[in-house]
């Protein structure tokens, strides 16, 4: 079976977000993502606390993507050091597994 990871990244906007969303998705780099419009980030930049609106998602894709999917958002980012993390699937629904697994290879 293969390795399944999330793509977690934070964006300045849910318009960056859904961008950035839509060229992993048809670039087939991710099988779907899912776009929270609205997050508040409260962290340190520059010598300063800052507290902002963001936007976040969870991108869905195998381990083999990933180094591909970091890129790609980094590429295509407009923050100078973006968050982007990727995360480990445990374990999951198997025809949702499989489904990413079509989705990347189709």
Same mark, same amino acid.
């Given at each position: 079976?293969?390795?399944?990871?999330?793509?977690?990244?934070?964006f300045?906007?849910?318009?960056? +977000?859904?961008?950035?969303? #839509?060229?992993? =998705?048809?670039?087939?780099?991710? +099988?779907?993502?899912?776009?929270?419009? #609205?997050? #508040?980030? =409260?962290?340190?930049?520059?010598?300063?606390?800052?507290?902002?609106?963001?936007?976040? !998602? !969870?991108?869905?894709? #195998?381990?083999?993507?990933?180094?591909?999917?970091?890129a790609r958002?980094?590429?295509?980012?407009?923050?100078?050091?973006?968050?982007? =993390?990727?995360?480990? =699937?445990?374990?999951?629904?198997?025809?949702?597994?499989?489904?990413?697994d079509?989705?990347?290879?189709?």
């Amino acid at each position: 079976m293969p390795d399944y990871r999330s793509v977690y990244a934070t964006f300045k906007d849910s318009e960056q +977000a859904i961008e950035i969303a #839509r060229a992993l =998705v048809e670039e087939k780099m991710v +099988a779907c993502v899912n776009v929270i419009e #609205r997050v #508040r980030s =409260v962290y340190h930049w520059q010598g300063q606390v800052h507290d902002d609106s963001e936007a976040a !998602f !969870f991108a869905k894709t #195998r381990a083999d993507k990933t180094e591909l999917v970091i890129a790609r958002i980094a590429a295509l980012h407009t923050y100078e050091t973006p968050c982007i =993390v990727v995360l480990p =699937v445990e374990a999951g629904h198997q025809p949702y597994l499989a489904w990413i697994d079509e989705s990347l290879d189709s």
